[in-house]
């Protein structure tokens, strides 16, 4: 299995930065494609970002485009995920996952492994 831990989330003002990592353990080389998702309280979880095994094919929600940033290095076992420009609804609990694939996917129900979350909350 893969062991998927998330840091980095905090509190920030609008228009502010938070960058995420996730860290991937236990069998990494079965984690071919990551994704990131969010879950707002009392909401389901949303596609954030995806992207390929070797970095070369990101996609990411419509919300996000411009301000998310997806990245990988697979040396250090880690996924990124850089955001920008922060609203309000931007406010979640953010999960890193893992799909068993070489194909990447906007969907959560494709995705093999989950972390625990980091909470990202932007006050207004």
């Known amino acids: 299995q893969v062991q998927l831990v998330e840091s980095g989330g905090g509190l920030v003002q609008v228009g502010g930065s938070l960058r995420l990592s996730c860290a991937a353990s236990g069998r990494t080389f079965n984690s071919y494609v990551m994704g990131w998702f969010r879950q707002a309280p009392g909401k389901e979880r949303e596609f954030v970002a995806t992207i390929s095994w070797n970095g070369g094919r990101t996609y990411y929600a419509d919300s996000v485009k411009g301000r998310f940033t997806i990245s990988r290095d697979n040396a250090k076992n880690t996924v990124y995920l850089q955001m920008n420009s922060l609203k309000p609804e931007d406010t979640a609990v953010y999960y890193c996952?893992?799909?068993?694939?070489?194909?990447?996917?906007?969907?959560?129900?494709?995705?093999?492994?989950w972390g625990q979350g980091t909470q990202v909350t932007v006050s207004s």
């Open positions: 996952a893992s799909r068993i694939r070489y194909d990447t996917s906007y969907y959560a129900h494709d995705y093999h492994y």
